[in-house]
């Protein structure tokens, strides 16, 4: 198993920046294919983007493209979310979320929570207009 712990998150102006972090502690961390996730208020957890083990390969969520990038440090056993040019759409609880690069995708690679073994307990960025 593994422990994610989500910090960064905060109150920012609309077009400020923020980068959250996500620490994980247990088994290796750079067997797992990591993802951001969030959600706004009465909405349903939406993908953000996502990384898969080596940090070789990156996936985002349309409206966040060249505004947010997702990277890793195995090293450090933390992967970031650095968010740009934030807008108050952004405005939501942000979680991290691990699936061992070992286990098969179910049905929908990279882009749904339900693909996701293991959750943080999710950070809050909330941007002002």
């Known amino acids: 198993q593994v422990q994610l712990v989500e910090s960064g998150g905060g109150l920012v102006q609309a077009g400020g920046s923020l980068r959250l972090s996500c620490a994980a502690s247990?088994?290796?961390?750079?067997?797992?294919?990591m993802g951001w996730f969030r959600q706004a208020p009465g909405k349903e957890r939406e993908f953000v983007a996502a990384?898969?083990?080596?940090?070789?390969?990156?996936y985002y969520k349309d409206s966040v493209k060249g505004r947010f990038t997702i990277s890793r440090d195995n090293a450090k056993n933390t992967v970031y979310l650095q968010m740009n040019s934030l807008k108050p759409e952004d405005t939501a609880v942000y979680y991290c979320?691990?699936?061992?690069?070992?286990?098969?995708?179910?049905?929908?690679?990279?882009?749904?929570?339900?693909?996701?073994?293991?959750w943080g307990q999710g950070t809050q960025v909330t941007v002002s207009s």
């Open positions: 990384i898969s083990r080596s940090g070789g390969t990156t």
């Open positions: 979320a691990a699936k061992p690069a070992a286990n098969a995708w179910r049905r929908t690679p990279w882009v749904s929570d339900g693909e996701y073994d293991y």
């Open positions: 247990g088994r290796p961390f750079s067997s797992y294919n």
